[in-house]
T-cell receptor, first 115, second 110 residues
Framework: GAGVSQSPSNKVTEKGKDVELRCDPISGHTALYWYRQSLGQGLEFLIYFQGNSAPDKSGLPSDRFSAERTGGSVSTLTIQRTQQEDSAVYLC?????????????FGPGTRLTVT | KNEVEQSPQNLTAQEGEFITINCSYSVGISALHWLQQHPGGGIVSLFMLSSGKKKHGRLIATINIQEKHSSLHITASHPRDSAVYICAVSGETSGSRLTFGEGTQLTVNP
C-alpha cells in the first residue's frame, strides 16, 4: 500500500515569507508526527497528533510554527515569517496509534531552504 | 549531555566484516528504535524493541534495559549497508514521540 507522502519535496523561500508543508499519512494511522533535521544536526521532535488533537506541541521552536490535522488524515505544518535558521528537512511519520508503542513510518521529507 | 548517545559517529568497514553500533540512553524508555537513513534522506525503521534481541536477515538488535544500552550488529556487511544508522527512544514519560541519537555514518567498502 501507499506509504507516507509529503509535499513539496523541496521548497525554497525568501526570508520573511510563510510556508506550508503537507503530510499524508498511511491510511488508518491515527498518530502523526512532525520532526526536523537541520544540516549537520540530528533529528528533533516538533509535534504529534492523535487523531485531530495535538497532545504534545513541546518541540515547536517558536510561535511562528503551527500545525493542524483535519479529518484524522492530512496534516499541514505552517511556518510564518521564515528565518534562515528554519532551513532543514522536515519529516513526517505516522503510526497505528499514539496510545501504545508502534513502529513509525517516515515520509521522504520536505527540504526547506530559506534564502 | 544528550539523552541518547551513539558510538561511533563514523565507521568504515570492508565488505564482509562484522559491524557493531552502540547506543546508550539516560531516560526510562518504553521502546528503543533502530532506524536507517540512506543518502537522499529516506528513513526506514529497522527494529523496535523493549527487551532481549531481534534478528532480521543480517541485522541483529539487542537491548539491556538494566544497563540502558542497545547494540545493532550487521553480519557479513555489504556496500549496500552504507547509510546512517540512528538510535531513537520512546521515553516512559514522553509518550510515543521519539528522541534521537546523532546517528552513525557507516561506509562499507568493496
Amino acid at each position: 500500500g501507499a506509504g507516507v507522502s509529503q509535499s513539496p519535496s523541496n521548497k525554497v523561500t525568501e526570508k520573511g515569507k510563510d510556508v506550508e508543508l503537507r503530510c499524508d499519512p498511511i491510511s488508518g494511522h491515527t498518530a502523526l508526527y512532525w520532526y526536523r533535521q537541520s544540516l549537520g544536526q540530528g533529528l528533533e521532535f516538533l509535534i504529534y497528533f492523535q487523531g485531530n488533537s495535538a497532545p504534545d506541541k513541546s518541540g515547536l521552536p517558536s510561535d511562528r510554527f503551527s500545525a493542524e490535522r483535519t479529518g484524522g488524515s492530512v496534516s499541514t505544518l505552517t511556518i510564518q515569517r521564515t528565518q534562515q535558521e528554519d532551513s532543514a528537512v522536515y519529516l513526517c511519520a505516522s503510526s497505528h496509534s499514539a496510545g501504545g508503542i508502534y513502529e513509525q513510518y517516515f515520509g521522504p521529507g520536505t527540504r526547506l531552504t530559506v534564502t | 549531555k544528550n539523552e541518547v548517545e551513539q558510538s561511533p559517529q563514523n565507521l568504515t568497514a570492508q565488505e564482509g566484516e562484522f559491524i557493531t553500533i552502540n547506543c546508550s540512553y539516560s531516560v526510562g524508555i518504553s521502546a528503543l528504535h533502530w532506524l536507517q537513513q540512506h543518502p537522499g534522506g529516506g528513513i526506514v525503521s529497522l527494529f523496535m524493541l523493549s527487551s532481549g534481541k531481534k534478528k532480521h536477515g543480517r541485522l541483529i538488535a539487542t537491548i539491556n534495559i538494566q544497563e540502558k544500552h542497545s547494540s545493532l550488529h550487521i553480519t557479513a556487511s555489504h556496500p549496500r549497508d552504507s547509510a546512517v544508522y540512528i538510535c531513537a527512544v520512546s521515553g516512559e514519560t514522553s509518550g510515543s514521540r521519539l528522541t534521537f541519537g546523532e546517528g552513525t555514518q557507516l561506509t562499507v567498502n568493496p
